[in-house]
């Protein structure tokens, strides 16, 4: 996510503002030490013009055993 | 759109951000340990004082266990407070102290509200912690007494209503680690509590009093918090 927002050339603080959360909720996403609730994930993919799962990578694999 | 928190589940993002930065960290902790600890030290002493001041003899002594570390939690919480207002008094002091960014870049007017209102729910919980331990053996009249347990009545009705609004105007990762932070001191704390009061029914260990139980609830919530915000990255390692 943080090369998109680089690629975007908009800070943390400038992202925050759009989504409507705090600086530190975009730190921490970006940092791996919170995973967004679904809304603000669709929204970043939104504002980066992305699929989700362009942003988050999930290993779950549905034809292996969970 | 229901409300959907994907905190747990196995979601990464690619590994592409560089790490962060971990050089100056101990330089950053011993330059705390230089500054803090001599201002936990005279607050300490002048604390000391003002209780032997207010009551000479019988009351400093008759302090218990439970009394020492609820002051110990009071005073850690109205540092606390302090430091944070005094960070949250201007954009630049925010941006480095809290934010760890260059002074410059701009602040979110809401972020610095809510460090405000932080500092003071950290002060007015150390107040309402420091006053019935202290104000317990001096002996006071009844009437002064519950003049105290208004003051803290008020103290508890400000708090409560700052707290309340710090929950309402947070964003998600803060109601996330308010939500984190209190289910595990439930969980933590009620077995514990089954634990010994089970115990003590069994007539194997002591019963505990309220203010213990209390004292002992906050040293695991201030614990437990302040792992929790560390983790998601609320602050610095």
């Not at chain 2, 317990?136 to 347990?149: D, F, M, Q």
């Not at chain 2, 609830?217 to 609320?234: D, F, H, K, N, P």
């Amino acid at each position: 996510m943080r090369v998109l927002r680089a690629e975007a050339g908009i800070s943390q603080g400038e992202l925050a503002q759009r989504l409507g959360v705090s600086r530190q909720t975009i730190n921490a996403v970006e940092t791996d030490k919170y995973d967004p609730s679904l809304p603000l994930a669709l929204r970043l993919a939104k504002v980066f013009g992305v699929p989700v799962d362009a942003i988050f990578l999930d290993d779950w694999n549905p034809d292996e055993p969970a | 759109m229901p409300s959907s928190s994907m905190i747990g589940t196995p979601m990464n993002q690619p590994d592409l951000a560089p790490k962060l930065p971990r050089r100056g960290n101990l330089q950053r902790f011993l330059i705390s340990v230089a500054v803090f600890a001599p201002i936990g030290a005279v607050t300490g002493y002048l604390l000391g004082r003002a209780l032997k001041k207010a009551a000479p003899g019988d009351p400093l002594t008759s302090l218990t266990l439970a009394d020492g570390f609820s002051l110990l939690i009071a005073v850690l919480l109205i540092v606390s407070g302090l430091v944070v207002a005094f960070a949250a008094s201007s954009d630049r002091r925010w941006n480095s102290i809290v934010e760890r960014q260059p002074a410059d870049e701009p602040v979110d007017p809401a972020a610095r509200t809510a460090g405000r209102r932080q500092s003071l729910v950290c002060v007015l919980a150390g107040g309402m912690m420091i006053l019935p331990p202290i104000a317990a053996p001096l002996g006071l009249s009844g009437e002064v007494r519950w003049a105290i347990a208004g003051a803290i009545a008020l103290l508890l009705a400000v708090q409560t209503w700052l707290n309340l609004k710090l929950w309402r105007d947070g964003d998600e990762l803060t109601r996330a680690v308010i939500a984190q932070t209190g289910a595990l001191c439930f969980w933590s704390l009620q077995l514990a509590l089954f634990a010994w009061a089970a115990l003590a029914k069994l007539g194997l260990v002591a019963d505990v009093d309220s203010w213990t139980m209390f004292t002992v609830l906050m040293g695991v919530y201030l614990a437990v918090s302040l792992v929790i915000a560390q983790r998601r990255g609320l602050t610095p390692a």
